[in-house]
């Protein structure tokens, strides 16, 4: 059965520092999808890894797929308050796609 | 514009009564699916459907069911056998080898 874990899972950061969030997964798959998540709404999708070693950036935010290491990564490079959100990595599996239980991001003046 | 409707947004469940919440898409995609998610936490799988009138159990179907009668529409039913069916429920579309996209999600409270 194909598990997704995410860490950290709580992440307190103040604006302008740099931080990496981590996806690790159980199985073999090389398509791995990061969502964002605001407080009572739905999931937005934010970067679709389909390779080995496939890197997508958007903004601040990149992230990258090492799919011998069974490891995502969506890194965070000089915070600000309107990346404070639930990000989400989901893995796609056999029949259905997994998500990992989100790493809540709280970015401080 | 194509994208994926839940209905209602919010909904109110005596204990005993089953309710349906709405999931139409217009993206012509073939996989659909439902998810629960309690506050603080991830999504939980429910069911899924690759295919009309074909679906599969997820890793919390108990309580929950489903028809996939026509492409667009995969309405989920929460039972009066759901415990503790109060939890935001997120209906998704997708190709079945893709990103998922999500409707805006539906919010059930039991009184």
């Known amino acids: 059965e194909l598990k997704v874990e995410q860490n950290p899972l709580f992440l307190s950061m103040q604006e302008g520092k740099n931080y990496t969030i981590y996806c690790n997964y159980s199985t073999t798959s090389d398509r791995l999808y990061w969502y964002r998540q605001d407080p009572g709404k739905s999931l937005e999708s934010l970067f679709v890894l389909l390779s080995n070693g496939a890197v997508k950036q958007e903004g601040r935010l990149m992230a990258s797929l090492d799919t011998k290491a069974r490891l995502s990564t969506l890194h965070i490079t000089a915070a600000v308050h309107d990346l404070s959100a639930t990000y989400f990595c989901?893995?796609?599996?056999?029949?259905?796609?997994?998500f990992g239980a989100g790493t809540r991001l709280t970015v401080k003046p | 514009d194509g994208g994926i409707t839940q209905s209602p947004k919010y909904l109110f469940r005596k204990e005993g009564q089953n309710v349906t919440l709405s999931c139409e898409q217009n993206?012509?995609?073939?996989?659909m699916y439902w998810y629960r998610q309690d506050p603080g936490q991830g999504l939980r799988l429910i069911y899924y459907?690759?295919?009309?009138?074909?679906?599969q159990k997820g890793d919390i179907a108990e309580g929950y069911s489903v028809s996939r009668e026509k492409k667009e529409s995969f309405p989920l039913t929460v039972t009066s056998a759901q415990k503790n069916p109060t939890a935001f429920y997120l209906c998704?579309?997708?190709?079945?080898?893709?990103?998922?996209?999500f409707g805006e999600g539906s919010r059930l409270t039991v009184l």
């Open positions: 459907s690759q295919i009309v009138n074909d679906f």
């Open positions: 998704a579309s997708g190709t079945g080898t893709g990103e998922l996209f």
């Open positions: 989901a893995v796609d599996g056999d029949d259905d796609m997994r």
């Open positions: 993206l012509n995609h073939d996989a």
